[in-house]
C-alpha cells in the first residue's frame, strides 16, 4: 500500500523554512529586514513573497513561498508529464535568490518545491523537486569546494549515487545554451522525486532544504569584508546579465508560475537591482574576469580534485 502524501506537514516545512532562513540572512545582513508581501492567487491559492533590500551586506534578496492549486495544468508541465492533463493540481516551494552587493560574495539560489495532481479515478500523481546552486563573480576554489561538500553530505544518506547525478543534473540544467555557458559553478539539482515513496523523498526535501544556510553563509562570512572597485562592482553587473538570460529563457519555475497566472513581482524576485549588457562584451585576456569563465565556470569535479 504506497503512503499518502501529507500535503499539510510538507506545507509546515516550507513556511517554517522561509522563517529559517529569512532569520540568519537578516542576522548576517545586520541592517535591513525582511519586507513581507502577502499575495492570492485568483485562480486558487497564494503566498507571502519577503524581500530584502539596500542592506548592508545584500542588495537585493527574496525568499518566497507559493502554494497554487487549480483545475488544469500549465503547458510547462504537460509538455514532458502529458497524462497530467486534465488533472486538478497542487504546486508548493521555497523559492529563494541572494544577490549580495560586494563582488567578492557569490549570488545563491536555492528552491525545494513539491507538486502534486489529483484525479478522481486514478491515483495521485506526486513528487518533489529543488536544489541550491551558486553563482560567483570572483570565484575563489574553496568557496567552490565547500558549497560541494554541503551538498555531497546532505545527500549521502540517501546513496552514494544520490551527489553526483544531482550535481550533474545542476551542471546540465543551469547552463546557457546560447552562450554555451554555465550559469555558475553548480551543486544541486533534482526533479521527480518520489521513487522512495512519500516520508523518504520528504525527508529528503528536507535535507536539501536544511543545508542552504549551511553552504552559503561560510562562503559569505569569508567574503563580505573584501574591498572591491568600481571597475569590479561592472563586471559583477555584466555576469548579473547572465543570470537575467537563463532565468527569462530556461528556467521552468518562470516558466510554470508565469503560465499559471501566478503573481508577477514575486515570479520575478529573482532578478537583480542592477544589471549591464554591452555589445560583444568581453573580459580582458588573463585577467581574474577572464578566468571565472574559463577556470570555474565548466562541470568540475571540485570534491575529486580537492580530495
Not at 555557458?181 to 544541486?188: F, P, T, Y
Request: with cysteine; charged share 25%.
Amino acid at each position: 500500500m504506497p503512503q499518502p502524501a501529507d500535503v499539510a506537514a510538507v506545507k509546515s516545512y516550507l513556511t517554517g523554512l522561509q522563517d529559517r532562513i529569512c532569520a540568519a540572512l537578516e542576522q548576517i545582513d545586520g541592517q535591513a529586514h525582511f519586507a513581507e508581501d502577502e499575495w492570492q492567487r485568483p485562480g486558487g491559492g497564494g503566498g507571502r513573497s519577503r524581500i530584502i533590500e539596500n542592506g548592508g551586506l545584500l542588495e537585493k534578496g527574496g525568499v518566497g513561498f507559493s502554494h497554487v492549486f487549480g483545475a488544469g495544468m500549465p503547458p510547462s508541465a504537460t509538455a514532458h508529464r502529458p497524462e497530467l492533463a486534465g488533472r486538478h493540481f497542487q504546486a508548493m516551494g521555497v523559492s529563494l535568490v541572494m544577490h549580495p552587493e560586494n563582488p567578492h560574495i557569490p549570488t545563491s539560489h536555492a528552491n525545494v518545491r513539491f507538486f502534486i495532481a489529483e484525479k478522481a479515478d486514478a491515483d495521485p500523481v506526486w513528487w518533489f523537486g529543488g536544489g541550491f546552486d551558486l553563482t560567483p563573480y570572483y570565484a575563489h576554489e574553496e568557496d567552490c569546494v565547500h558549497w560541494h561538500r554541503v551538498a555531497r553530505d546532505a545527500c549521502a544518506p540517501f546513496g552514494e549515487d544520490v551527489y553526483p547525478r544531482f550535481k550533474a543534473w545542476c551542471d546540465e540544467y543551469f547552463y546557457l545554451k546560447h552562450r554555451q555557458e554555465a550559469r555558475g559553478i553548480g551543486g544541486l539539482f533534482f526533479d521527480d522525486v518520489n521513487q522512495w515513496g512519500f516520508e523518504r523523498s520528504f525527508e529528503f526535501m528536507r535535507a536539501i532544504g536544511d543545508a542552504y544556510l549551511e553552504a552559503y553563509l561560510p562562503i559569505v562570512e569569508r567574503r563580505r569584508l573584501q574591498t572591491y572597485t568600481a571597475e569590479q562592482k561592472v563586471f559583477q553587473e555584466y555576469r548579473r546579465g547572465r543570470y537575467v538570460e537563463f532565468n527569462l529563457v530556461y528556467d521552468r519555475g518562470t516558466l510554470f508560475g508565469l503560465q499559471t497566472g501566478g503573481r508577477t513581482e514575486s515570479i520575478l524576485m529573482s532578478l537583480p537591482p542592477t544589471v549591464r549588457w554591452g555589445y560583444n562584451w568581453q573580459s580582458e585576456p588573463g585577467s581574474p574576469e577572464a578566468r571565472l569563465v574559463e577556470d570555474f565556470l565548466l562541470a568540475r569535479d571540485w570534491l575529486k580534485e580537492h580530495s
